[in-house]
């Protein structure tokens, strides 16, 4: 079954610091895989998506995230965290037909300290 | 160009009673998803149309239903509510060609927060 896996529950980081998310998936075919993340009392913002081609794909805000077939991940990452990144990190794979079913993982919330 | 728009933003029902949530996509998007996010569950995905069409489904029971408008609009409907249908209620709409995946990105909406009590 499809399955998007955020290891780590809560994280938190000093500001400047840099900053991994975790993300594992499992899914038959290629891949669709996208990080959101989600502030307080908001919606979700899309932060970054990889569909194909270049494995290391940049976002908005300064994040950046790999994918890595052999190892199933879709890693998120910035290099000096902000107070302002503190929210709550999703991953999610698209499924179903033209992937518009998105499967996510349980999220990451991020505390930054000062 | 205009974000998602979700009406009401907050309900309250009680059980049993049914509800009924709005969505307007943004302007040209054709494809609306709908999602429920509770802090048990996470973000699960309950349908998507397009077309007016329902394409694709998630894994819940049939007392939430869904429909769109020719003008993509959506409503989703949830009826005889239980205590557990207390949740964030997410739509989010994308440009979507038919089975083909292109930048398929989901805009989400501020969410529907429902109480039932």
């Known amino acids: 079954a499809q399955s998007v896996t955020q290891p780590d529950i809560h994280i938190t980081v000093s500001e400047g610091a840099s900053l991994e998310l975790r993300c594992n998936y499992s899914y038959g075919a290629t891949p669709y895989l996208f990080w959101y993340v989600q502030s307080p009392g908001q919606g979700l913002q899309l932060l970054l998506k990889?569909?194909?081609?270049?494995?290391l794909v940049q976002g908005i805000k300064g994040f950046e995230a790999e994918f890595k077939r052999s190892q199933s991940s879709f890693n998120l990452r910035k290099p000096s965290v902000h107070w302002s990144d503190a929210a709550e990190y999703f991953c999610?794979?698209?499924?179903?037909?033209?992937?518009?079913?998105?499967?996510f993982g349980k999220g990451t919330t991020l505390s930054v300290s000062s | 160009k205009a974000g998602v728009t979700q009406t009401p933003r907050y309900l309250i029902k009680t059980r049993g009673q049914q509800v009924t949530l709005s969505c307007s996509p943004i302007s040209g998007h054709r494809s609306v998803s709908w999602y429920q996010q509770t802090p048990g569950q996470g973000l699960q995905f309950l349908f998507e149309?397009?077309?007016?069409?329902?394409?694709n489904k998630g894994n819940f029971p049939g007392r939430f239903s869904g429909r769109q408008f020719s003008n993509s609009r959506s409503e989703m409907n949830v009826s005889t509510l239980e205590l557990g249908d207390s949740a964030l209620y997410l739509c989010?709409?994308?440009?979507?060609?038919?089975?083909?995946?292109?930048?398929?990105?989901?805009?989400f909406g501020p969410g529907t927060r429902l109480t039932v009590l």
């Open positions: 990889y569909f194909s081609g270049d494995t």
């Open positions: 989010a709409s994308s440009t979507r060609a038919w089975d083909r995946v292109l930048s398929n990105e989901q805009f």
């Open positions: 999610a794979v698209g499924a179903g037909q033209a992937g518009t079913a998105l499967i």
């Open positions: 149309y397009f077309s007016e069409t329902q394409r």
